[in-house]
């Protein structure tokens, strides 16, 4: 796996609000601290994995969607094993349209920190209604 970094040395981050920037660093600080994920950006979508590593992972494991999935592969690769590495990208902030992330998206991602972290835990029946919908393989 490798990741297009905003936060290594030569990535960037340009035209972001303040409080995004802290959503961002919060959340990539929470899965170094909760799951161990060594990448600096497990949040970035700009990403290139091989195929021998999307076979490698059970994909009908995966539980969640959005931001949150990103975090989750980052996650299982580290667990499986697999090299992960980080090439530096300036991320330019949308100028038209609407932010992606929304305050559910930031609850679906500590949601999956904190399931992905206590797995032995019933997810389904203290959350199910928060529970994201499982992504279906492609045929």
């Given at each position: 796996l490798v990741i297009g970094s905003r936060?290594?040395?030569?990535?960037?981050?340009?035209?972001?609000?303040?409080?995004?920037?802290f959503v961002s660093y919060a959340a990539n600080w929470l899965a170094h601290i909760l799951l161990g994920v060594t990448t600096h950006d497990c949040?970035?979508?700009?990403r290139c994995y091989r195929r021998r590593v999307l076979e490698a992972i059970d994909l009908d494991a995966i539980f969640s969607n959005g931001y949150s999935f990103?975090?989750?592969m980052a996650f299982y690769?580290?667990?499986?094993?697999?090299?992960?590495?980080?090439?530096?990208?300036t991320f330019v902030n949308r100028t038209q349209g609407a932010s992606k992330i929304s305050k559910t998206e930031i609850y679906k991602a500590f949601y999956t920190l904190l399931?992905?972290?206590t797995p032995a835990l019933p997810w389904d029946q203290m959350v199910g209604w928060f529970q994201p919908?499982?992504?279906?393989?492609?045929k």
């Open positions: 936060y290594v040395a030569g990535g960037d981050v340009v035209g972001s609000t303040p409080m995004r920037k949040t970035a979508g700009f990103l975090i989750e690769c580290q667990q499986a094993g697999f090299k992960i590495g980080e090439t530096p990208i399931r992905l972290r919908k499982k992504l279906k393989p492609r």
